[in-house]
């Protein structure tokens, strides 16, 4: 039982370039959410998805996209890379939303320079 | 205002100490509140998960929740170097939201 893996550990991006976000839980959670973590400034939600085909945009959508064709796998888009998407990416996943816990994954660290 | 208010740190102690960690919140219609564990270039790990007003106890850490002053709290009894890491408060409102509210996180150093 592996958790939350997210792919790749660490990337650079020049302004502009595009790139995925791999992110797949194998724990059968309906829930799935895309955060960014900025120092000093917590944890931001992007996107979330209720279940398969079921996303939705959180706080912090601009410059991203998401897909859920299955329960495994969420990855995030980024579309032209801006140096404001320098940060930390963290996948998690949840049982269910709300009053439940959320798991997360090691973390993207990425960089646009 | 921010929804959720935590102090950064860090947080120094020496080895054995008690420590407490703190939340305060503005929004009273949170039910749900969480303490996370993050170690350095980790993701966030689960530590407590309590309901409501109370407290709940977990091995060394104890999670006490205050409602009417709107606070948080997480002990840490007997810390251990291996305690050293950033701790982070979440909330939600009521299950079938899909929005937590994170603190910003408090930075512990547990000195050997």
């Known amino acids: 039982n592996a958790g939350v893996t997210q792919t790749p550990k660490f990337r650079i991006l020049k302004i502009g370039q595009s790139m995925t976000l791999q992110c797949a839980q194998d724990m059968n959670h309906n829930y799935m959410y895309w955060y960014r973590q900025d120092p000093g400034m917590g944890l931001k939600l992007i996107y979330y998805s209720v279940g398969a085909g079921i996303t939705d945009k959180g706080e912090v959508p601009n410059g991203y996209n998401v897909s859920r064709s299955t329960t495994e796998d969420f990855p995030l888009r980024l579309e032209l890379a801006a140096p404001s998407q320098t940060s930390v990416y963290f996948c998690?996943?949840?049982?269910?939303?709300?009053?439940?816990?959320?798991?997360f994954g090691p973390g993207t660290r990425l960089t646009v320079t | 205002q921010k929804e959720v208010e935590q102090d950064p740190g860090p947080l120094s102690v020496p080895e054995g100490a008690i420590v407490s960690l703190n939340c305060t919140y503005s929004n009273s219609a949170f039910q749900y509140f969480m303490w996370y564990r993050q170690y350095s270039r980790k993701g966030p790990e689960l530590l407590m998960y309590t309901y409501s007003s109370g407290n709940k106890e977990d091995g060394r850490f104890t999670a006490q929740v205050d409602k009417s002053s709107k606070y948080i709290s997480l002990f840490i009894r007997d810390s251990q170097p291996s305690d050293s890491a950033t701790y982070l408060c979440a909330m939600s409102v009521s299950s079938g939201t899909y929005k937590y509210i994170f603190g910003t996180g408090t930075r512990l150093k547990v000195l050997a």
């Open positions: 998690a996943s949840s049982p269910m939303t709300g009053g439940y816990e959320q798991y």
